[in-house]
């Protein structure tokens, strides 16, 4: 059993930046995928970026490469995005998830999820 748990949503101004955090509990294999997805209202949970839980082989969406960078800290349990250069489209609520499947981008592959953190941009 795995639990996930978001935290560092919140509202700002575009341009500005925000750091996500993922802290994970339980059981995740050495070959697990943490995946950070997001879904705005009326839409549907689309990929953001993810990371092998050893810390190797980041990837990203189209529409955040370059902006966001995924982490994992070795020293803890814990998985974070950092978005840069945010926009009103980022607007979503971010959900952070466990996958066996290596390269991922379908929610569908992810067997557990937190409960989410809101993140709003305003103009």
């Known amino acids: 059993q795995v639990q996930l748990v978001e935290s560092g949503g919140g509202l700002v101004q575009a341009g500005d930046s925000l750091r996500l955090s993922c802290v994970a509990s339980?059981?995740?294999?050495?070959?697990?995928?943490m995946g950070w997805f997001r879904q705005a209202p009326g839409k549907e949970r689309v990929f953001v970026a993810a990371?092998?839980?050893?810390?190797?082989?980041?990837y990203y969406g189209d529409s955040v490469m370059g902006r966001f960078t995924i982490s994992r800290d070795m020293t803890k349990n814990t998985v974070s995005l950092q978005m840069n250069n945010l926009n009103p489209e980022d607007t979503a609520v971010y959900y952070c998830?466990?996958?066996?499947?290596?390269?991922?981008?379908?929610?569908?592959?992810?067997?557990?999820w937190g409960q989410g953190t809101q993140v709003t941009v305003s103009s």
């Open positions: 339980g059981r995740i294999f050495d070959f697990s995928i």
């Open positions: 998830g466990v996958t066996v499947r290596a390269g991922s981008t379908r929610f569908s592959d992810y067997r557990y």
């Open positions: 990371i092998k839980w050893n810390g190797a082989n980041p």
